[in-house]
């Protein structure tokens, strides 16, 4: 996978050359025309460039290069159309390998927020589905309480009647009427 990177780079890289190439192309043909161009623009950086690789010539070779005889104009002139077409393909390719980094870096931040947003509604899901849970616990046991309270409810009313029934043979001794079954209280009065 690592390998097959390489020739697209060298392929994106040929690409941008070809692309930036009629630029570079027609700012020397400027240069060659243009009197302005040419001489504030083209012979300041080529004569330059001329004594900065003429003195690391000669100083590789041993030689003492105090002052290096400038270049003529025409020279110059062409060195300086050469240079800035260069720099020209240049700038193109560092502006594209830029534009490309910033949009794989917001791709990044757009996938992160998008993670991040996914993992907020899962988080309030969850919280939503515990409380629903804790909703249907509190129900199932008030259910339970309520069914447990409906099968000891006919316990209770037997045991009412019964007590009802002793209370009325205590009076029939005792001589009294039985009291009505409404004016009993009942316990969960």
């Not at 460039?49 to 025409?74: C, D, Q, T």
Request: aromatic share 6%; hydrophobic share 45%.
């Amino acid at each position: 996978m690592v390998v097959g990177a390489f020739p697209m780079a060298k392929l994106l890289y040929l690409g941008i050359r070809q692309v930036s190439k009629p630029l570079a192309n027609r700012i020397k043909e400027a240069a060659r025309r243009s009197e302005f161009f040419k001489t504030y623009i083209c012979l300041p950086p080529a004569q330059l460039y001329h004594w900065a690789e003429m003195r690391a010539k000669m100083s590789i070779m041993g030689f003492n290069a105090e002052a290096v005889k400038p270049l003529n104009e025409a020279a110059a002139a062409e060195l300086g159309a050469e240079l800035l077409g260069e720099a020209t393909i240049f700038i193109v390719a560092c502006s594209c390998l830029v534009l490309e980094f910033w949009r794989q870096k917001s791709h990044h931040r757009r996938k992160k927020k998008q993670q991040r947003v996914a993992w907020d509604t899962m988080r309030d899901e969850v919280d939503h589905l515990a409380l629903v849970l804790e909703e249907l616990q509190a129900r199932v046991e008030e259910t339970a309480a309520a069914a447990a309270a409906a099968v000891e409810q006919p316990a209770l009313e037997e045991l009412r009647k019964q007590m009802q029934e002793v209370r009325a043979q205590l009076c029939i001794q005792d001589g009294d009427k039985p009291s009505s079954p409404q004016a009993e209280p009942t316990p969960e009065e």
